[in-house]
């Protein structure tokens, strides 16, 4: 997760700085594919719910480790992210590479642009 954030900030700065740009032809591809990672995203998040609740095993001290091990898993804990805050920073970053797509769009029309101003002159 930490890769993927890092590289999410990275072409954002990217895009951000004018260092990135491509067609809207070229960027509708990337845009499909993360929006709908976002939606399938959100509809997980909502599943895991249940797997933030403790789970009732029993009293024994095995029960009662194993439910703070699960727990752990989901929300993170020692040794772990957890699978809640880990789906929380992938959304974060494909929101983040979505809006330098729109970013680099920008920018290519603005090349664009230029180009053909100095073509003109």
């Known amino acids: 997760m930490g890769?993927?954030?890092?590289?999410?900030?990275s072409l954002a700065q990217l895009a951000s700085s004018g260092g990135f740009a491509i067609s809207r032809t070229g960027a509708e591809h990337y845009i499909k594919?993360?929006?709908?990672?976002?939606?399938?995203?959100?509809?997980?998040?909502?599943?895991?719910?249940?797997?933030?609740?403790?789970?009732?095993?029993?009293?024994?001290?095995?029960?009662?480790?194993?439910?703070?091990?699960?727990?752990?898993n989901a929300t993170g804990g020692s040794g772990t992210i957890g699978v809640v805050p880990a789906i929380q920073q992938l959304t974060e970053a494909l929101t983040e590479a979505r809006t330098a797509m729109e970013k680099a769009v920008e920018n290519y029309k603005e090349v664009e642009s230029d180009v053909s101003t100095g073509l003109r002159n």
């Open 33 to 72: 594919a993360i929006d709908e990672a976002l939606v399938d995203l959100r509809s997980l998040r909502r599943a895991l719910d249940d797997v933030q609740q403790e789970t009732k095993l029993g009293t024994s001290p095995d029960a009662i480790a194993m439910s703070k091990y699960n727990l752990e």
């Open 3 to 9: 890769a993927m954030t890092a590289n999410a900030n």
